[in-house]
């Protein structure tokens, strides 16, 4: 994916010939969408480039094609001993091989400040990313400024100053859709919801100790109608300022103690008729959740548990599995029930080790798991999650790049690219280009990027 | 360390009187040294703070100890909600554990840029650092520029751009010495100095696959009255360089490979009656290294395997523990044969791994090895060191900070200090402190900084 090398025309002899490239000409073939539209998740990103002097000619069906190829073609200019900037006579047809290719950023444990958010997007445009999952609250703190809600971030952000405006949205939606970027919220519900508690009354389980409210909460109260009122009218609000045509429902690691502590909870239980099968509570709230989404014409994403517990969901569903452990069974079992997938287990890159993790980003095959060729087209793309437990704004850029880059190259480049020591090359020089370009990505290895200055 | 809530004086009950204080009054007991001088390893950094209104008091025997005492005073302001800013009436004497506390940057491995270790100083002085052991080349690079041997950075520099000038280095020092922080600089031989042969003729002895040469070198070629000219010409040139009273001289992992296969290196063996021990060969070596370096009055550091291999040392030797398995039992060797030690074992910062690891780094109780009380004398501190395989300007300063922070704690405080819930917050603290002064400390845990801004 990265670096001008694999371009070379075979059989054309450099530098004996240079010739003047006067013109880039784009030509997009489609006449929608326009330029207000939004990348999605069936945009076409494949694009032709074609490097011949005196004029190069990039073409693509779609606008989110021809960026990737004007990225393709920048990647391709390199500069000389002498200072002048050079490009390798090229023909290039390339396209992704999964449509589905996130960054994970988490603004609730930490707060990010726009700026990383959208030095992140540039980065992520230079990587050929096309998704921001933007797991925008937790437990730790609501920064989403709701409009009909605002009490939300006011008591449940960790500050006045920690807090997403309107505007603030707006702008990283659009400074996203300039790079071909999707945005996807995230709003995990009913568990990891404690900031919401904070400016939402009623809106979480009382647990009890005993006979007694023990005054803390658990996940979101699902036998409340008044729960639903709530959600009805904030995934409303959410539905219009989020315009892709998906929204993360989360559904992840819901703890049931709460739940089975509350009296009112257990009589609920008994009227359903869900016995002490949780798991079926869990389900009957996320039935509710997902029929307001769909009722405002919006697909959803969700985490693997919301499959694994049996909830009914639509057909076109997308679950993320994220769950290290075997994942490649429950990409198996998520698939073969008809669901389209996103994978993001082997990528959780807030996890850190000494040395070169990146090879084991790189060398994962997302198709390798037991299932039909039907199946395995359900499979559409992978996410990379960087947490924010241990990441801020301070740590993120470098702990992101280039290990985020490995997964990068994995979803977009066929599957036969594999071999580590050309992607070392490919990847170090990359990442220079990042570093030229104002990303601080970290190094891969000992090395030195030519163009670093010495001194201030 | 760190924080003001331990230093409030019992009995007062803040803030039912708010009083003013105008002055802080810095008193210097020594009429020695004077401003020109340097920190040395038996500066007194003591020093005894009285806050009263309307003027606080700051004795300190040396200058050393005032900027110390200035470091904790600037820590004990804060702001109150209303942009006040506020000091509890107290009274502090206070002095280091430890008189060595050092901070080890390589700048072999990745170039670090003049800002990049300007920024560290800063940190360092905010943590009561106050050792900078520069591991200024190695095996990758030579990035000081000598002006004796300038063929040693033309040649074995990443470029030349990625050099140190002797500008550079009077800069570094001099910064290091208005913070009260020694520079110790580090140029190890006979091994890691693949970059030394670059620019020095036959430095390295020439290794060989049976009869012939190989073409690959190894250590500093021992047998050669060459060498010992060359060095003797270039620690003339180090010892005037760098004020500090020690020279820290290497001798780590010193592979005999190359040696044995050399014909002429065994030879010499043969001649010297050293059998096939190498370690003696190293030895012979490293003795006259010594001998030169002594003969400018420079003390010197080396780490454990010049020790270990049995060189003979002066008394005065100060020998780095670096070698995690079992550092108490050599700790309890050196000190045992008499000499200086000063640990760095758990302390490897660039070992990464996800979570708190700071718990660890704190933990540490130097003085937990076998020993006499005089043993116990012998350890004078130790050194964070964030070796630069994986570390360059991009991600130095989180990937350093607050980790070493924990450290350098561990070093000043008491050994009383143990409490990881209270140290969590004050280092919390701290670690916010070092965000406001330009310092991008990483996030210990999920949280914020209460001055932390929206948006850019």
């Known amino acids: 994916m990265f670096g001008h090398s694999r371009w070379r025309s075979p059989g054309r002899r450099w530098p004996f010939v240079r010739r003047e490239l006067s013109?880039?000409?784009?030509?997009?073939?489609?006449?929608?969408?326009?330029c207000d539209s939004y990348p999605r998740l069936a945009s076409s990103e494949a694009y032709h480039l074609t490097i011949t002097e005196p004029v190069a000619i990039l073409k693509a069906d779609e606008v989110w094609g021809a960026l990737r190829g004007l990225e393709t073609f920048s990647q391709l200019v390199h500069e000389d001993d002498?200072?002048?900037?050079?490009?390798?006579?090229?023909?290039?047809?390339?396209?992704?091989?999964?449509?589905?290719?996130?960054?994970?950023?988490?603004?609730?444990?930490?707060?990010?400040?726009?700026?990383?958010?959208?030095?992140?997007?540039?980065?992520?445009?230079?990587?050929?990313?096309n998704v921001l999952h933007w797991h925008i609250v937790d437990d730790q703190s609501f920064p989403y400024q709701s409009i009909y809600f605002p009490e939300l971030s006011n008591k449940g952000a960790y500050s006045y100053n920690h807090i997403y405006t309107p505007t603030d949205v707006r702008l990283v939606i659009e400074y996203a859709r300039l790079r071909g970027i999707r945005v996807i919220p995230e709003f995990d519900t009913p568990g990891h919801t404690q900031s919401w508690g904070k400016g939402q009354k009623d809106l979480l389980t009382p647990c009890y100790n005993g006979e007694q409210p023990s005054g803390s909460f658990g996940p979101v109260n699902p036998i409340l109608n008044s729960t639903y009122d709530f959600m009805t009218k904030f995934f409303k609000e959410i539905s219009s300022v989020f315009p892709d045509a998906y929204i993360h429902l989360g559904g992840d690691e819901v703890s049931f103690d709460c739940w089975k502590s509350n009296p009112d909870v257990k009589e609920f239980m008994k009227e359903q008729g869900f016995g002490i099968d949780y798991a079926k509570l869990e389900s009957y709230y996320i039935q509710k959740i997902l029929d307001i989404v769909s009722s405002y014409n919006k697909g959803y994403m969700v985490w693997q548990e919301v499959f694994d517990n049996?909830?009914?969901?639509?057909?076109?569903?997308?679950?993320?599995?994220?769950?290290?452990?075997?994942?490649?069974?429950?990409?198996?079992?998520v698939t073969k029930a008809g669901f389209t997938a996103i994978l993001a287990a082997p990528w959780y890159l807030d996890y850190i080790s000494y040395g070169q993790d990146w090879k084991k980003y790189y060398s994962v095959e997302p198709l390798n798991f037991p299932g039909s060729e039907k199946q395995k087209k359900l499979l559409i793309g992978g996410e990379a999650c960087l947490w924010g437990e241990f990441v801020d704004a301070t740590n993120l850029t470098p702990r992101l790049?280039?290990?985020?880059?490995?997964?990068?190259?994995?979803?977009?480049?066929?599957?036969?690219?594999?071999?580590?020591?050309?992607?070392?090359?490919?990847?170090?020089?990359?990442?220079?280009?990042?570093?030229?370009?104002?990303?601080?990505?970290?190094?891969?290895?000992?090395?030195?990027?030519?163009h670093e200055a010495r001194g201030w």
Not at 313 to 331: G, I, R, S
């Open 82 to 129: 002498y200072g002048s900037f050079l490009v390798n006579e090229s023909d290039i047809y390339d396209f992704p091989r999964f449509a589905h290719r996130g960054i994970l950023l988490d603004t609730s444990r930490h707060y990010l400040p726009l700026k990383s958010i959208l030095t992140n997007l540039d980065a992520m445009a230079f990587n050929k990313f």
């Open 310 to 333: 049996k909830a009914q969901l639509k057909p076109d569903t997308v679950v993320e599995v994220w769950m290290a452990n075997n994942y490649a069974h429950e990409l198996s079992s």
């Open 401 to 450: 790049w280039p290990r985020a880059s490995a997964v990068g190259e994995r979803l977009w480049s066929s599957s036969n690219v594999t071999d580590l020591q050309d992607a070392y090359k490919r990847l170090s020089n990359h990442r220079c280009r990042m570093l030229r370009r104002g990303i601080a990505a970290e190094p891969l290895f000992v090395g030195y990027c030519a």
């Open 23 to 34: 013109q880039l000409q784009v030509v997009i073939a489609a006449p929608e969408p326009g």
